[in-house]
C-alpha cells in the first residue's frame, strides 16, 4: 500500500491532542470585529473540538497526525 498524503490545508487548521480529540480555532475572528463584543472576541479566541459526526472525516484528512 502506498502512503496516504496528508491534506496540508486541513494539517494547519487541525491539531489532535493526546486523548484522540481534534482541536481547532473558532470561526468569525477575522474581519468586521468592530460590532462584536469583547466578550464574544474572548470566546472565539479559545480553541473548540471538532464534532463526533465529522471526525472520522478529518481523521481521513491527517492520517499521521
Known amino acids: 500500500m502506498p502512503k496516504i498524503k ?7 487548521r487541525f491539531n489532535v491532542t493526546k486523548s484522540g480529540k481534534i482541536k481547532r480555532a473558532k470561526a468569525y475572528k477575522s474581519h468586521i470585529l468592530t460590532k ?9 479566541r ?7 459526526c465529522e ?10 497526525k
Open 46 to 52: 479559545q480553541t473548540g473540538y471538532i464534532a463526533e
Open 36 to 44: 462584536k463584543t469583547t466578550k464574544r472576541l474572548r470566546g472565539l
Open 6 to 12: 496528508t491534506h496540508r490545508g486541513a494539517a494547519k
Open 55 to 64: 471526525e472520522k472525516k478529518i481523521r481521513e484528512l491527517i492520517p499521521y
